[in-house]
């Protein structure tokens, strides 16, 4: 039985189960030694609260309408003079575990629609509104269509990775990858967009930041250029970054703590050219790490 295969087929199986499927392909990412995607399907199957380390995928960012109870029993759609305000802030990030999101849709299931409670600052913010005095809670009320694409994200992301090594030939007969297969796995791209690292990441905490995507290829510096170019970084810096690359050969053991990689992202974070094109610092860093293979 070819893994890979397997695994391709499950996906393609809309009966299948989610978790069952994140399980497949945990084994087999670890197989491969393919650390960040093993750390993924961790983060899917335990929750990204349990893994600080890995940033919220936006797929997990949902959308949905703020509401606003009163005591008499009455509910009302609340929204901010500010349009685009009123559109940011009505968006919310799921870290739950994936279990925990489909019982939540279970449960849910009877009125299709869930109430998500927002961060205490925004519920707030809210109920402190002079219009508003009244208001005894304020919450997100999202549809359980909203969390099912989660899913639809998740199987469609597998699907792809299977499709790519299959396509390099990277196949796993009976479940057992050759040395040849696990150095082809590197080099294979699985482009999963971010919204933020989550260490400050809660169940009822609004996400509000500019989704990131990040295609960085392991090893492949002109991909990591790219990527940089993109984002507003110069040529010149991005050449220094090379050169420190090439020549500090603590980078493995200090990792993004090393000295000069520090300078250096000290200096385009203040150098304007991200700020000017919306990037926040930490996606730079992201696509850093990408490439290193942190």
């Known amino acids: 039985m070819k893994a890979i295969i397997e695994l391709q087929k499950r996906t393609m199986d809309s009966s299948s189960n989610i978790v069952d499927l994140v399980r497949y392909a945990y084994v087999i990412a670890y197989k491969l030694n393919l650390q960040d995607f093993v750390e993924w399907c961790n983060a899917e199957l335990e929750g990204y609260t349990e893994h600080c380390e890995v940033f919220l995928p936006e797929y997990r960012c949902v959308g949905g309408t703020l509401k606003v109870s009163f005591m008499n029993g009455r509910v009302e759609r609340y929204s901010f003079s500010d349009a685009d305000k009123t559109s940011r802030l009505s968006r919310m990030g799921f870290p739950n575990d994936i279990s925990s999101l489909i019982k939540i849709i279970e449960e849910a299931e009877q009125g299709k629609w869930i109430s ?110 790219n990527f940089l170019n993109d984002k507003g970084i110069s040529e010149p810096d991005i050449q220094e970054l090379k050169e420190i690359i090439d020549v500090e050969s603590n980078l493995a053991t200090e990792g993004m703590e090393n000295g000069k990689l520090q300078s250096w992202i000290g200096k385009v974070a203040i150098g304007g050219s991200l700020v000017a094109k919306g990037v926040a610092v930490e996606t730079i860093v992201e696509g850093i790490k990408y490439y290193l293979g942190f």
């Open 116 to 225: 998500a409670k927002l961060s205490p600052k925004l519920e707030q913010l809210i109920v402190d509104d002079p219009e508003y005095i009244f208001a005894i809670e304020a919450y997100l009320e999202v549809h359980i269509s909203e969390l099912e694409k989660i899913f639809s994200n998740i199987r469609k992301i597998i699907l792809d990775w299977t499709l790519k090594c299959e396509k390099q030939g990277i196949l796993g007969d009976e479940w057992i990858f050759t040395d040849k297969e696990k150095q082809m796995a590197q080099n294979i791209t699985y482009n999963i967009s971010s919204v933020q690292n989550m260490a400050n990441h809660n169940t009822d905490t609004t996400i509000n930041q500019t989704a990131q995507n990040i295609s960085v290829t392991k090893g492949d510096f002109q991909s990591l250029a």
